[in-house]
């Protein structure tokens, strides 16, 4: 096994466990409505996740956890990680930004925290950050 199949399947890996976290919000009340249904397919096909390891995780016996990590960065690092897989589209809608706080929520994040890391990470992502805040990030 080379160095790169090792990266691949830790990639993947992590990639798994980000949308078994997804998929348990969603399910989080209960049944998972069509329009979650198609948000997690579309997840899937961005997280690469085959259709054997999605009906595993769809199993209503399966209930993945997520984990927060107890170190800030790990925290945001997991947030930011689902923040790639979603703008992999260029594309946030009102799904996608209702997990978005579940999942930040989830991570151990205040509600009041998680819609600022939110609304800010939004900006960033999307490219509508002032020139005050561009200046900040390309100094730090």
Same mark, same amino acid.
């Not at 249904?37 to 054997?52: G, N, V």
């Not at 689902?82 to 930040?104: G, N, P, T």
């Not at 490219?127 to 730090?140: C, M, S, V």
């Given at each position: 096994m080379g160095f790169s199949d090792l990266y691949t399947s830790g990639e993947h890996r992590r990639n798994l466990a980000h949308f078994a976290s997804i998929a348990t919000l969603a399910a989080i009340d209960g049944e998972v409505s069509s329009?979650?249904?198609?948000?997690?397919?579309?997840?899937?096909?961005?997280?690469?996740?085959?259709?054997?390891?999605y009906e595993e995780v769809m199993k209503k016996e399966n209930k993945y956890p997520i984990v927060p990590p107890h170190d800030s960065e790990k925290r945001l690092e997991r947030l930011y990680d689902?923040?790639?897989?979603?703008?992999?589209?260029?594309? %946030? &809608?009102? *799904?996608?930004?209702?997990? =978005?706080? $579940?999942?930040?929520i989830g991570l151990g994040y205040s509600g009041e925290k998680a819609d600022e890391i939110i609304e800010k990470s939004v900006a960033i992502f999307s490219?509508? %950050? &002032?020139? *005050?805040?561009?200046?900040? =990030?390309? $100094?730090?």
């Open positions: 329009e979650e249904k198609h948000m997690l397919d579309r997840f899937a096909k961005k997280l690469d996740i085959t259709p054997s390891e689902l923040f790639r897989i979603i703008f992999a589209d260029h594309l %946030i &809608d009102d *799904e996608e930004m209702v997990l =978005l706080k $579940k999942y930040a490219g509508r %950050i &002032d020139f *005050e805040d561009y200046q900040y =990030l390309l $100094k730090n």
